[in-house]
């Protein structure tokens, strides 16, 4: 069965530069998963009491470097954590686009560093956003700068609303707690066995407590 070849784009810190390597093969049958990573202090993380950030460094398959020249280096997941109920806000994703002009073959592209520019979209709403980043420092560093983004008022207020669309969206396809009926006492257990002991039948018992 052909190998499919997992690589990761590794950024080159402070620079505008990066190196494919090399992870692994699969099948086409396995799956392979992006690699999350956490801080030094997990508590920078958390956004506020229900919305929290996972890192991932991407990994990608051979045929997706062959196809496109934009490649993602890591992401950021904000999510939320309420009782009962969890789910994806929105996401950052830091790409690594490089110069296919100096690429001759595929084996200088998988052997020298590469050379093209960073930047950071963040898609909300069916809007993007794309912000041009001068270098990449560190993963770390990176997942650092947008933990403090992400707690800034204006994020904070986006934060907000994409949760009360989340409740609306709840509320249209579940209803809210008042549409729904507390079941009623039919039957109590004692008073049920003290007729059958009397020598009410079952039926008599079910259809006396209906009235």
């Known amino acids: 069965m052909p190998k499919i070849h997992i690589f990761r784009l590794k950024a ?8 494919l390597k090399l992870l692994d093969y699969i099948t086409k049958t396995e799956n ?7 801080l030094d202090d ?22 997706y470097i062959r196809q496109n020249k934009k490649l993602p280096v890591m992401y950021a997941s904000v999510v939320f ?15 690594f686009e490089f110069d296919t002009s100096k690429i001759k073959s595929a084996n200088q592209l ?32 990176t997942a650092e700068d947008i933990c403090k983004l992400l707690k800034t008022d ?7 609303d994409q949760m009360e669309k989340r409740d609306e969206e709840r509320r249209k396809k579940f209803g809210t707690p008042s549409d729904f009926c507390v079941p009623k006492v039919t039957y109590k257990f004692d008073d049920v066995v003290k007729k059958y ?4 039948s079952v039926k008599d018992i079910m259809d006396n407590a209906k009235k």
Do not use: C, H, W
């Not at 080159?12 to 190196?19: A, F, P, Q, T, Y």
């Not at 392979?32 to 956490?38: A, H, I, R």
């Not at 020298?112 to 990449?136: A, C, H, R, W």
């Not at 204006?154 to 907000?160: Q, R």
């Open 32 to 38: 392979f998963k992006d690699e999350k990573f956490d």
């Open 154 to 160: 204006i994020m904070l207020e986006i934060i907000k």
């Open 12 to 19: 080159l810190k402070e620079s505008n530069k990066g190196r």
């Open 81 to 95: 954590n309420k009782p009962f109920v969890t789910g994806q806000l929105f996401e950052f994703v830091i790409y």
């Open 42 to 63: 997990v508590n920078k993380s958390q956004i506020t009491d229900v919305v929290s950030v996972s890192f991932y460094r991407s990994n990608l398959t051979d045929a």
């Open 197 to 200: 002991d009397s020598g009410m």
């Open 110 to 141: 998988l052997n020298t560093d590469l050379e093209g520019k960073y930047s950071t979209e963040f898609v909300i709403d069916n809007k993007k956003e794309t912000i041009q980043m001068p270098q990449f420092t560190t993963y770390e560093e």
